[in-house]
């Protein structure tokens, strides 16, 4: 009795000083190895950790491998990391808890066009979304965005991740496809990043569904989830999280792509996603993104 209840205490203090070591010490995965590259997510991870004091101490480290998002995922199951962000679907939300909190304001589900600069003539304003149909289209083949393509009626292939997108950026530039459909977000500094290559983004038109970007977490840390949870709450309270949001260069041209009056505008429907978020634009809604947050 007295071994058993030894290996008991021996136990639980290893169990509890695992749980302390791994919630002081936050693991976040990336895509790319690039300051730049998901550095508004990590700001945001970092401002919500100093925005909540109480929970204790934490400091954030990348993963040192770059990877897809279904590697991402794997890497959070088996306890490596202990954040990601992606856009959701309901499959990533049965395996990881996600916290439903927009982090890009929903506009990772307006997409343009980016197309070879000498094939805007194909992609004329004039196109309906049956015609945009018979255009091929080039996705990541983990994307949530591939099913959304698909299940809308796109002629949408899967892409094998690679290195800044550069084979999906490729096909569009020989014209393997006609297009490679890009959150507004992403778009142009994607270009700047293939310089090199003959591409640009189409003039004409807009993709619109519900697909929302957020954090996820193993789904037994439930205690990280809730501490995520209370400090983006407080970040939207504060406006501290408005004014990082406004940092970046890229969100300001998003904005402008997706309020074009100029675009075409094709509303999809997300199959993957069975709700739509009534907060997305969490710097017009602060009182439902708070309350759908704490009620969590």
Do not use: C
């Not at 006609?178 to 003959?198: S, T």
């Not at 970046?248 to 074009?260: G, I, P, R």
Request: glycine fraction near 4%; charged fraction near 20%.
């Amino acid at each position: 009795m007295r071994l058993s209840a030894l290996v008991l205490v021996v136990l639980q203090f290893v169990a509890s000083t695992h749980v302390k070591a791994e919630f002081n010490d936050v693991t976040l995965t990336q895509a790319f190895a690039d300051d730049n590259y998901g550095l508004y997510q990590q700001k945001v991870l970092e401002a919500v950790f100093s925005a909540t004091p109480e929970y204790g101490e934490i400091q954030i480290s990348l993963h040192p491998q770059p990877m897809s998002q279904s590697r991402q995922v794997v890497t959070l199951l088996k306890g490596d990391a202990h954040v990601m962000w992606s856009v959701t679907n309901a499959e990533r939300e049965k395996l990881l808890t996600p916290i439903k909190f927009p982090l890009l304001k929903g506009l990772a589900g307006y997409r343009v066009l980016v197309i070879a600069k000498n094939a805007q003539h194909n992609f004329q304003q004039t196109l309906t979304t049956d015609e945009l149909k018979t255009r091929t289209l080039v996705q990541g083949n983990d994307w949530p965005d591939l099913h959304v393509l698909k299940s809308n009626g796109f002629n949408a292939a899967g892409e094998e991740w690679s290195l800044w997108f550069t084979s999906m950026y490729t096909m569009v530039e020989k014209g393997i496809v006609d297009g490679f459909p890009r959150n507004v977000i992403e778009a142009n500094r994607d270009l700047i990043r293939h310089a090199d290559k003959a591409v640009t983004i189409d003039k004409n038109h807009l993709f619109i569904y519900p697909n929302y970007e957020y954090f996820f977490v193993h789904p037994d840390n439930s205690a990280l989830a809730k501490r995520i949870r209370v400090g983006l709450s407080r970040l939207i309270e504060n406006g501290t999280l408005e004014a990082l949001f406004n940092q970046f260069e890229s969100h300001k041209l998003a904005l402008t792509l997706a309020d074009d009056p100029h675009r075409a505008r094709h509303l999809l429907q997300n199959h993957s996603l069975p709700y739509v978020l009534d907060y997305a634009r969490w710097d017009l809604e602060k009182a439902k993104a708070i309350k759908a947050l704490l009620s969590e």
